[in-house]
Structures are given as structure tokens and as C-alpha cells.
């Protein structure tokens, strides 16, 4: 028997006959420079399973946001309930660019030489986290773009935690302010449990520390020291580690201080920099 050439995608494998494959082109990877947009990528190319989620439709007539979440329950990509309704109460359509395709299951340019991840993307990280997202809890999100994964923090920590993004882009935290407001995250933001801060993301935001959870949104070539410093004995980072090479990495602190990292899966993400480096100064 000719043997095929598999595609992995969220733990499971799949064969993709050469007699199906199509050629790829990979310049948009400079404008994406995202692992979620070139797994997508290949997910296209392979004609795989995945390539149905594009659409979000699950035969049932739903659409948009809501579809979006089933698909990804369906493919088993979500397995949490608390991760699927927060999920499907925050609008992701309120938190991309007007015309842009909010709920396929691909990343998206914000402008900045920044993207909004995808959404399987979006709940991994939230599943990996969701112990330390408990109500009352406090978490970081570094690099939050349009504010998307910080308003699904908020509702999951609820009014008597605290969530803190940051983004060294103030046009980005004006537009995630804005989004936030139109959104069911509204009221959190407005009672002060969310808010969202231009600055470094790599030295963190001291203000409300320790947090039982960060999320960073970008690689990072290193684990930033102030990171760890601000992380709460007993919480939980997920992070982005690597250059060209990038692993997303699930950082645990003990009680007694001490660190334990695991690897939960290869990624390509944009690089954990300055505002000028990313912006090319401007």
C-alpha cells in the first residue's frame, strides 16, 4: 500500500492523498506571521476535515458566533462548558476589523503588523488556563490586541476578580476599549474588574499583581523575568517561547515558588517586541 502524508490537528491524524494536495505559497506569511494562519493554510491545502470549519456551519442553520463555537465543540477543539459560554456570550465579530471574515477559524490582520489569533487558538488557551480564571481571580493578558481573549478572561473571573491587558499599540487599546463597550464585557469594564493599559507587556503591569493567570499573545525568545516575578505562587502562564522555531509553552509556579514549564504544542506567532521594532517606527 502507497503510503500518504498525514496532517495533525488537535491531537488527532489525518491522510492526505498527494493526488489531493494543492500548491502553496507561503509570501502571505509575511503579513501572518502566525502559526494559526499557516496551520490553517494547511489545513486548506490538504483538503482535510478542517477545511469545513472555514464556513462555520453545522447543518443545524446556525451562523456566526454561535456556529463558530459549535464547530469548535464539534471538532473537539472545546471540551469545556465554562470555555464554550464565555465563548459564545463574547461576539468575536465585535473585536475584528469591519468586513473581515470574524468567524472562520483563521487569524486576522488588526493593523500594526498585529493579528487576532484564531479562534481554536482562542480556546486552547482558555481551557489551559481555566483553572486560574475562577471567580475572583486576577490575570494579565499581555498583547491584547483588540481585546478579545481579555474580555473572555473578565467573564470568566467575573466582577470580583480582576483582568489586565496591555499592549504597547495605543491605537490598539483605544480600539479594544471601544469593542469591550459594545460588548457583554461592558459593565466589567465599566465597574473598573477590567481594564485595559498601553505599555510594555514584557515587564508586565505591576499594578495588580501577582496574578494567578498571564497569557501572552506573542513569542517571546526568552520567558520575561518581570513575567515570572508578577505570576502567583500557585498560577499558571501560557506563552510563546522561540524564535523561528516557537513552542507554546504552559509554565506552572509551585507554592514554594519554584517553576515548572511543559510544551503543549508547536506555534508561529509575531515576536514579543518593541513598538517601534514592530512598527517599523511608526
Known amino acids: 500500500m502507497r503510503s500518504c502524508p498525514t496532517l495533525t490537528a488537535y491531537g488527532r491524524h489525518y491522510c492526505a492523498p498527494p493526488r489531493r494536495l494543492v500548491s502553496l505559497t507561503f509570501t502571505s506569511l509575511h503579513r501572518h506571521n502566525s502559526a494559526q494562519f499557516l496551520n490553517f493554510s494547511l489545513f486548506t491545502a490538504f ?15 446556525l451562523t456566526g458566533n454561535k456556529a463558530m463555537v459549535e464547530n469548535l ?12 459560554k464565555v465563548m459564545e456570550a463574547l461576539d468575536r465579530g465585535l473585536f475584528v476589523p469591519a468586513g473581515s471574515s470574524a468567524y472562520a477559524d483563521t487569524p486576522l490582520p488588526i493593523g500594526y503588523n498585529a493579528t487576532i489569533s484564531a479562534p481554536h487558538m482562542h480556546a486552547m488557551c482558555l481551557q489551559l488556563l481555566e483553572d486560574k480564571l475562577q471567580p ?25 476578580g480582576r483582568v489586565v491587558g496591555v499592549d504597547h499599540i495605543p491605537q490598539l487599546v483605544d480600539m479594544s476599549i471601544k469593542n469591550v463597550e ?15 493599559h498601553v505599555g510594555d507587556g514584557r515587564k508586565g503591569w505591576g499594578e495588580f499583581a501577582p496574578y494567578d493567570a498571564i497569557h501572552v499573545g506573542a513569542a517571546a525568545s526568552e520567558v520575561p523575568h518581570a513575567l515570572l516575578d508578577q505570576l502567583k505562587p500557585g498560577g ?13 509553552k504552559v509554565i506552572d509556579k509551585s507554592e ?3 517553576i515548572k514549564a511543559r510544551t503543549e504544542t508547536s506555534v508561529r506567532y509575531v515576536p514579543l517586541t518593541s513598538r517601534v521594532e514592530q512598527t517599523g517606527g511608526f
Open 136 to 160: 475572583g481571580m486576577r490575570a494579565l493578558d499581555v498583547g491584547s490586541g483588540t481585546g478579545y481573549l481579555t474580555g473572555c478572561f473578565a467573564l470568566m473571573v467575573g466582577a470580583e
Open 47 to 61: 483538503r482535510s476535515p478542517f477545511s469545513r470549519m472555514e464556513q462555520f456551519q453545522t447543518g443545524t442553520g
Open 256 to 258: 514554594d515558588g519554584s
Open 236 to 248: 499558571r502562564m501560557v506563552i510563546p517561547v522561540g524564535t523561528y522555531f516557537q513552542e507554546l
Open 73 to 84: 465543540k464539534r471538532f473537539g477543539v472545546i471540551s469545556s462548558k465554562k470555555v464554550a
Open 182 to 196: 459594545k460588548s457583554v464585557a461592558a459593565s466589567l469594564l465599566q465597574k473598573g474588574s477590567l481594564s485595559l
